[in-house]
């Protein structure tokens, strides 16, 4: 089967997410995967012209060696905001150049503008097309003017999409309020790489690296760094305490807007001992670098972006029988209930009371063995397996059909 994916972000440098998951391993059960991407830091990273040309990576992969991904990235316009009207010209061009030239048997798409391109084209073509649901896409806009418009090419796609598969229950309802029908929603949760993230795992060599003694408590936190990610509070409350409680530090993995701030912070504060900001590392060294932790972090402030996703690192976090402290965010409460391994809190500068309390009671283990049984379910075999399945029933579709 030959399946197209389309999405507003890089593809090859960022973190892995639910897609890359899915589509490698779509490409090792022999699928034929091509990817449509945006630079979307080229205003920070990308090479310095006025309009970048198109480029084709192949071969790409950024969990398994034999995953065999073409990735396509058109030209566009370097120029801020005008990259996105340049998009509707060379993404426009080139979502139609793929679907002429070796037609898919479905389209999977995410993000908004290439989205709605793409669900334009394949609809014109008669191709199943596959609304795939991470994040509620037009609150990520960074501009606050242009999410209105964001919010109505959304709710465009939805209300067109053969099947819209989201990763939460909370994310399914807020599909349907956007307009998509209830009978096309359905709900594939995030898996678990069991064999990379296991509980056995041996953080000791990251704990010596970063001179952690062993009688040291370690709050981890891991991802991009944006301004909502709370730990900007996390590391004022660490400041306060730093005398009474000196066996605690933060470990930061990753790396995004909030990371020059955060090192101001730190030397203002004088948290250099207590306070290890890593940057961003390869994906192969993330699993050992949670193993190095006693409390997992998801101190993110309960805004219009946060409210209704439950990030994949959750399931990670879990998956290695750490417990997680998580502001109560409605995806994340409905997601994972109570007396699951996460314990709530209302705001990231309640984390560090909570995570005394942790340490107070000992209750680091049992609670990240509840953590640890609660996902172990997950398995990335039986998601993509829901997945497939979801995309051969829109491969046996003909133009004047549609998914039931």
Same mark, same amino acid.
């Given at each position: 089967m030959k399946i197209l994916f389309v999405q507003d972000t890089d593809w090859i440098t960022r973190y892995p997410g639910q897609q890359h998951h899915l589509a490698e391993r779509l490409s090792l059960r022999g699928h034929d995967i091509t990817v449509i991407d945006f630079e979307i830091l080229w205003q920070t990273t990308g090479e310095k012209q006025l309009f970048s040309k198109r480029?084709? %990576?192949?071969?790409?992969?950024?969990? %398994?060696?034999?995953a065999n991904i073409t990735v396509i990235r058109p030209g566009?316009?370097?120029i801020p905001l005008l990259e996105y009207v340049s998009m509707l010209v060379t993404y426009g061009r080139e979502i139609a150049r793929q679907m002429e030239e070796s037609p898919p048997d479905v389209v999977v798409s995410h993000s908004i503008l290439t989205n709605y391109l793409a669900m334009?084209?394949?609809?014109?073509?008669?191709?199943?097309?596959?609304?795939?649901?991470?994040d509620a896409q037009h609150r990520m806009i960074p501009s606050r003017v242009l999410q209105p418009l964001g919010k109505m090419i959304e709710s465009a796609v939805f209300k067109s999409a053969d099947r819209v598969v989201t990763i939460n229950e909370e994310l399914k309802e807020y599909a349907i309020g956007m307009g998509a029908r209830p009978e096309r929603a359905l709900v594939i949760r995030a898996g678990i790489d069991a064999e990379r993230y296991r509980p056995d795992l041996d953080?000791?060599?990251?704990?010596?690296?970063?001179?952690?003694?062993?009688?040291?408590t &370690?709050?981890? %936190?891991?991802?991009?760094?944006y301004h909502f990610s709370g730990l900007k509070e996390v590391l004022s409350e660490?400041?306060?305490?730093?005398?009474?409680?000196p066996k605690t530090k933060l470990l930061i993995v990753g790396?995004?807007?909030?990371?020059?701030?955060? &090192?101001?912070?730190?030397?203002?504060?004088?948290?250099?001992?207590?306070?290890?900001?890593?940057?961003?590392?390869?994906y192969d060294e993330i699993p050992e670098l949670v193993a190095a932790a006693d409390v997992c972090l998801l101190p993110a402030y309960n805004n219009s972006i946060m409210r209704d996703i439950v990030p994949i690192k959750m399931y990670e976090y879990m998956a290695m029988g750490k417990p997680v402290i998580a502001t109560r965010l409605p995806g994340i409460t409905k997601e994972f209930g109570n007396d699951n391994g996460v314990l709530y809190v209302e705001g990231p500068q309640d984390v560090l009371n909570k995570a005394a309390e942790l340490i107070r009671t000992g209750a680091i283990h049992e609670q990240g063995e509840k953590a640890r049984q609660f996902v172990q379910n997950?398995?990335?075999?039986?998601?993509?397996?829901? %997945?497939?399945? &979801?995309?051969?029933?829109?491969?046996?579709l003909n133009k004047d059909d549609s998914i039931s």
């Open positions: 480029q084709v %990576f192949r071969s790409v992969s950024k969990l %398994f060696d034999d566009i316009l370097k334009r084209a394949a609809k014109k073509r008669g191709i199943p097309f596959v609304f795939h649901l991470t953080g000791c060599v990251i704990r010596e690296r970063y001179g952690i003694e062993p009688d040291e &370690v709050l981890f %936190f891991m991802g991009w760094l660490l400041a306060k305490r730093k005398k009474t409680n790396d995004g807007e909030a990371r020059d701030e955060l &090192v101001s912070l730190r030397n203002d504060y004088d948290l250099q001992s207590h306070v290890i900001l890593t940057g961003k590392k390869p997950n398995d990335w075999s039986r998601v993509v397996d829901e %997945f497939e399945k &979801v995309l051969i029933e829109g491969a046996r």
